[in-house]
């Protein structure tokens, strides 16, 4: 039996997000399709997911479901169907089961709920069941990990599992089970063969950030944890204080000679990024935090590269039409307030709001001791990455620049996603997502060096 590929179930999980755009000869060919289905049966459905060849068709109540050749490989005897390529998950009578394209049960239909888990070493499913002779009202259903062949991988001994997927490439997803026992419902983390990473001994176990970093808490105490169990900052903060987002680092302090600390901002390294210089520190919202300093209230970004945006907030806590500027680890004002926006340093560069076009803002880049060191131009300024930036230009749309402010990429008109990110080997790519379902990727120098086609497909590099 074919295994599904993982991007194929990753584009399944994401279905009801995005569509694929088709050629007109191919909404011709799947005009003619579904109205030819829909003469033979009741109801005709997944022609919206135009990578998977399998359309699910009901008649008298019953679904089953139709091949690229027309031909009925699963019977009209399921009650629901959702299709993953060469597996299908069915529901019959209340019961949920998995069975391949031959109708060939892969995973008993005996279970209460059935979630596909991708995994870079083939698809899993998390399954869950209520103990046999208990009704759902009387009991707590158990949970347990199968693979894509219906070998147990973890039992049906836990109350409670969450997936924490592991993006380590642009192509590999690695997973992790965050449990939930009976014992005072204490957590842990497995893999996806069982072996425990982190013991069922935690209050909680949240994912936190986008490099996989894991919050726990035990006792009352936060510590924080890679996906690998090791530990970045031991158990031994009494608070712990995260934007709304988890993306901009976070507050935390600890309890010394049975008094409380200051608040002082760390990265998800577990590196110190200011002194313990705040009295007070609340998540704001996404990459902002409120937090007092004596007297003053302020709204920051928190710390990078030894320095945070900060603007004054009023009496009222009013946060509109803030005037930033830049202190640093020690709370000093470094940049005055007089910016209408500011975000966060990299690599020795913030976009600053420091002009503006009519109604419109308009972003430059200033170093750490406020210098204009780009000129504003840009409606959109992020951050640098490899020593380029994603922009959105007057004249030329949506670009990628580098830090003297040249045009390294331009955009075409019908992108839908315009991003920086890092490779295996940490090289930097510009990632480009075209309307026609190609997402390309460039090198620092703007040079097209792979291509992938519907999200299955991999282009030759270009010579």
């Known amino acids: ?87 299908f998950i069915v529901c019959q009578n209340g019961l949920m089961g998995v069975v391949d394209e031959n109708n060939k049960l892969v995973i008993p239909v005996e279970y209460s709920e ?40 973890i039992p049906l001994a836990h109350v409670n599992m969450e997936m924490v997927p592991i993006i380590e490439s642009t192509t590999d997803v ?116 409120d937090a007092t300093i004596g007297k003053r209230h302020i ?28 202190m640093d680890a020690h709370g000093k004002v470094i940049v005055k307030p007089q910016f209408p926006s500011a975000y966060r340093f990299s690599e020795g560069l913030a976009a600053v709001a420091l002009t503006q076009n009519e ?4 972003y430059g880049y200033i170093d750490a001791n406020g210098k204009t060191i780009i000129p504003p131009a840009y409606t959109f300024a992020g951050s640098f990455m490899g020593g380029l930036a994603v922009v959105n230009t007057l004249e030329s749309g949506q670009c990628v620049i580098n830090k003297q402010g040249q045009i390294v990429k331009v955009f075409s008109e019908d992108s839908n996603e315009c991003s920086l990110m890092r490779d295996d080997m940490g090289q930097v790519l510009i990632k480009e997502v075209s309307s026609d379902g190609a997402t390309r990727f460039y090198n620092a120098q703007g040079k097209l060096v792979k291509t992938v086609i519907d999200d299955a497909t991999l282009t030759a590099d270009p010579k």
């Open 359 to 362: 109604s419109e803002l308009l």
């Open 174 to 289: 690695d997973g992790r089970i965050i449990t939930a026992g009976f014992d005072d419902f204490k957590h842990g983390l497995l893999d996806f063969d069982g072996r425990v990473i982190l013991p069922q001994e935690y209050d909680v176990i949240v994912n936190i950030a986008t490099d996989w970093r894991l919050l726990v808490t035990k006792d009352g105490r936060y510590g924080i944890v890679d996906w690998q169990g090791n530990t970045i900052m031991p158990l031994d903060y009494n608070d712990m204080v995260f934007d709304n987002y988890y993306s901009s680092g976070f507050a935390a302090r600890r309890e010394q000679g049975g008094k409380k600390s200051k608040y002082a901002f760390w990265d998800f390294d577990g590196k110190q990024q200011s002194d313990e210089i705040f009295d007070n520190v609340t998540g704001h919202s996404f990459d902002m935090f």
């Open 299 to 326: 709204i920051t970004t928190g710390f990078y590269e030894g320095r945070a945006a900060f603007a004054e907030m009023g009496n009222e806590g009013d946060d509109n039409n803030l005037i930033w500027g830049y």
């Open 114 to 153: 059935i979630r596909p888990c991708p995994d870079k070493n083939g698809l899993h499913f998390m399954v869950s069941k209520f103990p046999s002779g208990s009704s759902t009202e009387a009991s707590t259903a158990l949970f347990g990990l199968m693979d894509n062949c219906g070998n147990v991988k």
């Open 1 to 87: 039996m074919m295994k599904p590929s993982l991007i194929s179930i990753i584009s399944f999980l994401i279905i009801a997000l995005s569509c694929p755009l088709t050629t007109w000869g191919q909404e011709s060919a799947t005009a003619t399709r579904y109205n030819l289905l829909s003469k033979q049966y009741d109801e005709v459905s997944g022609f919206e997911w135009s990578l998977d060849p399998n359309v699910v068709v009901e008649k008298n109540g019953k679904k089953g479901v139709v091949n690229a050749a027309n031909k009925l490989i699963i019977p009209l005897m399921y009650d629901e169907i959702k299709s993953l390529g060469d597996l």
